[in-house]
């Protein structure tokens, strides 16, 4: 059957299927994903992280669905029920959904009407009336009367018979197949308000009726939430006529005595057992596809944030703003190192402004503070009135930013935070966060649960298990896109690299505080429970700056340093002139050597070759420096200072299915319906638009009121 899934996958995901069997291979090997992607493209024929992430969740399903397949036919085989139709109809089936239906008969069963019925030795009069050859029905149904059994007159047996018979007609797998297509094409997801109410967040959600094939997916999960807080009752309504005839066409015969006992029992199959536990499937069908929508948008957005570029060489301030306690202030260096730390008193009328402002300037100076990150909660608007009013009066250029503290007090209050500053409480150590996050988002961001950094829509709502693997694995992409400085990284960010996990993690930064920095990627197998394996997948997403070998300090995989040093000797260069960086033109002295039987020569691709000649050119290079770097301000400006017609520029913080929020500077992002993002049709806002973007936008309208701002980029 593996030959059969690796040709389901080249077929559905249109790979080739000798790429499919070659990845399948590594991916069965115990390769990682991001090792994969960037170290054996030769081999997967250049498929990316995202295709190769794909292909693993497929292939897990199809290889579940096939150990699906020979539980169900073993279980049928137990009971000495399988015929050779069965097995094959189990071996056609494509899904788990139609193994459950064929499976649905042989399913152990609680006391049903019908189990009620056969117990009253009512199953030969259910065969008589399917069989359709007795012409007296109710005669015959006189036989089966009973007293002792409970079966008093020939109607209580004919009523059991067509218990078993609807029974059976709920158990019939095609039926329940032409039921669930039917319904799901011409169904309607029909929502009204559990009890009248003037005004609730679901209002639109009052009086709703849509298809539900075509409803939106981010509908379906706010009705799935009205209903979950009891405030909206939702039915999948159809009309049912077409089925009942479907049903009349395939199980009647004739138009004799039995006929019409057969489509009473029919309709009461429908009515009574299939429609119920077909609108409970096909809810089920369109809640995990408006998860798996915003799943997938939650990973983009999340991936394009924690690859917002990091803020570097500077000295931050943070303010995590607050009312009653005040402003939780801490100021970190370029590297992060924490220098100071304390409570500043500025948002409320009676606070004294004066001695804050003193406060807030002399740290400036003390420090030689370049940015201030104020967070965006509560009070954060008042906060920052206060910093903009200063700025002028600081003795050096200072900026302000308003920093997502999405998480912060998730991460101030966890065994992490308390472990990384144990003498800090946790409202310092949220500030410590968001100065952080700033300086480098990658590696503050992974601290956290990335559920609780807030770009996604319903994520409470979804399965957590389907939504933490999905968001581990953009995690575990961003961080080894980027690389990790082994001598500073914390055991979080470690962890994320391919090959390590939390233990390996651990032990690296114990290794180096035992024994000083690393100066050689070897040393890495040194490290307790390090073995060789781990060394393959992770060693090429570990740096060394300044370490014996300029390569270490490269993406360049040490199985390919050879390769490396002779593509340098072949263009007249050595280590030396890759770390003072003076080989510029080596992308043009490439083009004189073949770079691709050089490659050979070391048993890898051209593909390999050309990363390693990119990677020489660039040593310790951040693809994040690529990317549009946070807007800076030096004064504040509210939603009352807004009007229509208004241009600013601003950053997209959020992307959901409807638009996309856009921080303007005015504390409530504004939000960009999909139809005012540009002028052409596009199906989603990520079409176009992705997460840490600066863009233009015009004010369409403001309610005050409200908090609410429209704006266009049209």
């Given at each position: 059957m593996e030959a059969e899934i690796l040709s389901i996958l080249s077929e559905e995901l249109g790979i080739n299927l000798s790429q499919i069997e070659n990845t399948v291979k590594l991916i069965d090997e115990g390769n990682t994903i991001p090792f994969i992607a960037r170290y054996r493209k030769e081999v997967t024929g250049g498929l990316d992280d995202v295709q190769l992430r794909k292909l693993f969740d497929r292939l897990t399903y199809l290889r579940t669905l096939e150990e699906k397949k020979e539980d169900v036919i073993r279980l049928i085989g137990e009971q000495d029920k399988l015929t050779p139709e069965i097995e094959q109809a189990?071996?056609?089936?494509?899904?788990?959904?139609?193994?459950?239906?064929?499976?649905?008969?042989?399913?152990?069963?609680?006391?049903?009407?019908?189990?009620?019925?056969?117990?009253?030795?009512?199953?030969?009069?259910?065969?008589?009336?399917?069989?359709?050859?007795?012409?007296?029905?109710?005669?015959?149904?006189?036989?089966?009367?009973?007293?002792?059994?409970?079966?008093?007159?020939?109607?209580?047996?004919?009523?059991?018979?067509?218990?078993?018979?609807?029974?059976?007609?709920?158990?019939?797998?095609?039926?329940?197949?032409?039921?669930?297509?039917?319904?799901?094409?011409?169904?309607?997801?029909?929502?009204?308000?559990?009890?009248?109410?003037?005004?609730?967040?679901?209002?639109?959600?009052?009086?709703?009726?849509?298809?539900?094939?075509?409803?939106?997916?981010?509908?379906?999960l706010a009705i799935n939430r009205g209903e979950k807080e009891g405030e909206l009752k939702v039915k999948l309504d159809i009309e049912n006529e077409l089925i009942l005839k479907t049903f009349h066409r395939k199980l009647v015969k004739n138009s004799g005595a039995a006929a019409?006992?057969?489509?009473?029992?029919?309709?009461?199959?429908?009515?009574?057992?299939?429609?119920?536990?077909?609108?409970?499937?096909?809810?089920?069908?369109?809640?995990?596809?408006?998860?798996?929508?915003?799943?997938?948008?939650?990973?983009?957005?999340?991936?394009?944030?924690?690859m917002t570029p990091p803020i570097k060489g500077y000295t931050v301030m943070a303010l995590d703003p607050g009312f009653r306690t005040g402003d939780k202030m801490a100021v970190v260096d370029e590297t992060g190192k924490v220098l100071e730390t304390g409570v500043v008193y500025c948002t409320l009328p009676h606070h004294d402004l004066s001695k804050a402002k003193k406060t807030v300037l002399d740290t400036i100076e003390d420090y030689k503070v370049d940015v201030i990150a104020i967070g965006?909660?509560?009070?954060?608007?008042?906060?920052?009135?206060?910093?903009?009013?200063?700025?002028?009066?600081?003795?050096?250029?200072?900026?302000?930013?308003?920093?997502?503290?999405?998480?912060?007090?998730?991460?101030?209050?966890?065994?992490?935070?308390?472990?990384?500053?144990?003498?800090?409480?946790?409202?310092?150590?949220?500030?410590?966060?968001?100065?952080?996050?700033?300086?480098?988002?990658?590696?503050?961001?992974?601290?956290?649960?990335?559920?609780?950094?807030?770009?996604?829509?319903?994520?409470?709502?979804?399965?957590?298990?389907?939504?933490?693997?999905?968001?581990?694995?953009?995690?575990?992409?961003?961080?080894?896109?980027?690389?990790?400085?082994?001598?500073?990284?914390?055991?979080?960010?470690?962890?994320?690299?391919a090959g390590i996990n939390a233990p390996i993690a651990k032990n690296i930064v114990l290794y180096r505080e035992e024994n000083g920095a690393f100066t050689d990627r070897k040393q890495l197998k040194k490290v307790s429970k390090l073995g060789e394996k781990a060394f393959t997948q992770c060693a090429g997403f570990l740096r060394i700056r300044d370490g014996k070998n300029v390569l270490d300090n490269t993406a360049v995989h040490p199985e390919s340093y050879k390769l490396a040093q002779e593509i340098l000797n072949k263009c007249g260069y050595t280590e030396d002139d890759v770390k003072n960086g003076n080989i510029g033109d080596l992308p043009q002295k490439v083009r004189n050597i073949n770079l691709k039987e050089i490659a050979e020569a070391h048993g890898v691709g051209l593909p390999t070759a050309q990363d390693i000649v990119s990677e020489l050119t660039k040593p310790g290079r951040d693809p994040r420096d690529e990317l549009p770097a946070p807007i800076l301000h030096s004064d504040v400006m509210s939603i009352e200072?807004?009007?229509?017609?208004?241009?600013?520029?601003?950053?997209?913080?959020?992307?959901?299915?409807?638009?996309?929020?856009?921080?303007?500077?005015?504390?409530?992002?504004?939000?960009?319906?999909?139809?005012?993002?540009?002028?052409k049709y596009i199906k989603h806002p990520m079409d176009v638009l992705s997460v840490g973007d600066i863009v233009k936008v015009k004010i369409l309208d403001i309610d005050t009121k409200k908090n609410r701002i429209s704006l266009s980029m049209k």
């Open positions: 189990v071996k056609d089936a494509k899904t788990l959904q139609e193994i459950e239906d064929i499976y649905r008969p042989f399913r152990p069963k609680r006391r049903t009407r019908a189990t009620v019925a056969k117990e009253k030795g009512l199953e030969p009069l259910a065969k008589l009336i399917m069989e359709q050859e007795e012409e007296d029905i109710a005669s015959a149904a006189e036989g089966f009367v009973n007293p002792e059994k409970g079966v008093e007159t020939a109607d209580d047996a004919i009523a059991g018979a067509k218990d078993i018979i609807a029974e059976e007609i709920s158990d019939n797998a095609d039926f329940r197949k032409l039921v669930r297509e039917y319904t799901y094409k011409n169904g309607n997801l029909t929502v009204h308000a559990a009890e009248e109410k003037d005004d609730s967040v679901y209002t639109a959600y009052f009086d709703f009726t849509e298809p539900s094939a075509k409803i939106a997916n981010h509908r379906i019409e006992l057969i489509d009473e029992a029919a309709e009461d199959s429908y009515t009574r057992l299939i429609a119920p536990s077909i609108e409970n499937e096909i809810r089920n069908i369109l809640t995990d596809r408006a998860q798996e929508s915003a799943i997938e948008l939650f990973s983009k957005n999340l991936g394009q944030l924690l965006n909660g509560t009070a954060s608007r008042e906060t920052e009135q206060f910093v903009a009013g200063l700025l002028p009066e600081a003795n050096r250029e200072v900026k302000y930013v308003m920093v997502s503290e999405a998480g912060a007090s998730v991460y101030s209050a966890s065994e992490l935070g308390a472990e990384e500053f144990p003498d800090y409480d946790v409202a310092l150590r949220s500030a410590v966060s968001i100065a952080r996050r700033l300086e480098d988002p990658l590696a503050e961001l992974v601290k956290i649960d990335p559920k609780s950094i807030g770009v996604g829509q319903y994520q409470h709502d979804m399965n957590q298990k389907r939504l933490s693997e999905a968001l581990g694995g953009v995690v575990e992409d961003c961080v080894n896109s980027v690389g990790v400085d082994v001598n500073t990284a914390s055991p979080s960010l470690l962890s994320y690299v200072n807004l009007k229509p017609g208004m241009i600013l520029e601003g950053t997209v913080r959020n992307i959901c299915d409807f638009g996309a929020f856009v921080d303007i500077g005015v504390h409530q992002d504004g939000l960009v319906h999909i139809s005012q993002i540009c002028d």
